[in-house]
């Protein structure tokens, strides 16, 4: 019922139950959602004008790169998957699927779930505000690449699966939106030199601290914020003077409000 | 590794994925696990004074109840149950197993759990504190009643499965400890007139604010400083002045202070 307060985080439980039951998700995924549904809580469930003014940022930082690519875990692509892809559609962008955790399961999974959602895109109208033809819509949506199926490249500084990434994706990219990062995993990307764009809702995790551009903010709101500002095609040089410490102590003094 | 900064939390995190993956949980177990570690980060990790406050008014209240019962769902099991079932062995107390989603499988699958539990502790020496002999130590265990398989009675104003409990023992008990419990419930049992003695890691979460006290900690420190307490045999007359609010504004506080 939509009308419930908390009919959107409630449906967001629904989408990782069903994940979860699918094979796509790894054993600790359910409870990383539910520290994010906490933190969510204290943000009182909205997007701050912070975190929509990093969302922008975000997207300065994409549009500048060379060679800009959208990561998906698990979490992302069972909440937001349908949206990036749709962002992704917009602006031409490779995805790549690259979990935590994989495994040949899993990762097959995740692909059957995004080319479900590719139909279910391609099922509908363009988005409203799309300038052009319903066949160039329907031509990008089948454009955006969606990599990680086999990876010929590492990720320096981390052991194991969790390290494989593709030559021409992940390890090339100079700008690099990871939504729900592990922590060790954006201090790898930030040494590597790339523009590390992270979408966490705690603002003290390691991902939160590391990440040249942080986006406090629930994913499917984001990806939702994401996807407006793309189709406005208004985007601004990056902004040099960029303090990420000023959005994290921002997002932090919300949620202290909203606690007490 | 004993030595990690969060190894206690780590410990629970895989408790809770084994029960899930023994059927123990339902869907929404972990996601709920992870909101209460988010907000446990919150506290520092550790029992504040208030809890502790808190925790000691509980015991006092169970220890001058006529008939009280400690209620058990599957988290509190999975995380607290081998504790619990050796708190309830000091002082006599029946356990009731009452889960939220009741289905015969979960509900079979905690019965196991917790008789594999009693045959752990009788494995073991009577607790270091224990003042009487082993053989009283393992007598007590062994008689302390786990309700739950054949509810005979319903909580008034709870639709469903999740209304059965057993006469005996939740239906009419006057003080009951509900770790972990659901707002629905915990006001249904409020209404009943219960003394009703919550742990939530949550302090504006609805069961938090009904409940009459409120142990604002993680379950597994409540458990083992709860044990603590039952060893020292020093119970004290219940608070007739009991300020429940100011336990629950102790806890944002600390919170709040801990996210600055």
Redesign the interface.
């Known amino acids: 019922d939509p009308s419930h307060p908390r009919y959107k985080s409630l449906l967001a439980?629904g989408k990782?139950?069903e994940a979860?039951e699918r094979g796509m998700l790894a054993?600790?995924a359910?409870?990383?959602?539910?520290?994010?549904?906490?933190?969510d809580?204290l943000l009182g469930e909205e997007t701050s004008d912070s975190a929509l003014k990093a969302t922008k940022e975000a997207v300065n930082r994409l549009i500048a790169a060379k060679k800009p690519v959208i990561s998906l875990n698990g979490n992302t692509t069972a909440l937001a998957g349908l949206s990036l892809l749709k962002c992704a559609a917009i602006i031409c962008f490779p995805m790549e699927i690259n979990i935590f955790y994989r495994t040949p399961e899993r990762m097959s999974e995740l692909f059957v779930f995004i080319e479900e959602k590719r139909q279910e895109i391609l099922s509908q109208p363009a988005p409203l505000h799309w300038k052009g033809e319903l066949d160039e819509w329907k031509r990008a949506v089948e454009a955006v690449e969606v990599l990680g199926a086999l990876p010929d490249a590492k990720i320096p500084g981390l052991q194991g699966p969790r390290a494989k990434c593709h030559k021409d994706g992940i390890f090339s990219c100079d700008a690099i939106l990871v939504p729900l990062e592990d922590g060790d995993r954006c201090e790898a990307l930030v040494k590597m030199g790339k523009n590390v764009l992270v979408v966490a809702l705690?603002p003290k995790s390691r991902s939160a601290i590391m990440a040249n551009v942080t986006i406090v903010d629930e994913v499917c709101r984001f990806a939702e914020n994401l996807f407006k500002i793309l189709l406005e095609n208004k985007s601004l040089p990056p902004d040099s003077k960029w303090n990420n410490d000023n959005i994290l102590r921002d997002a932090?003094?919300v949620?202290?409000r909203n606690?007490?």
Chains 1, 2 share one sequence.
């Not at 359910?30 to 933190?39: C, M, S």
């Open positions: 439980r990782l139950e979860a054993g600790s359910l409870i990383a959602h539910g520290r994010g549904e906490a933190f809580y705690h932090l003094s949620m202290a606690m007490l």
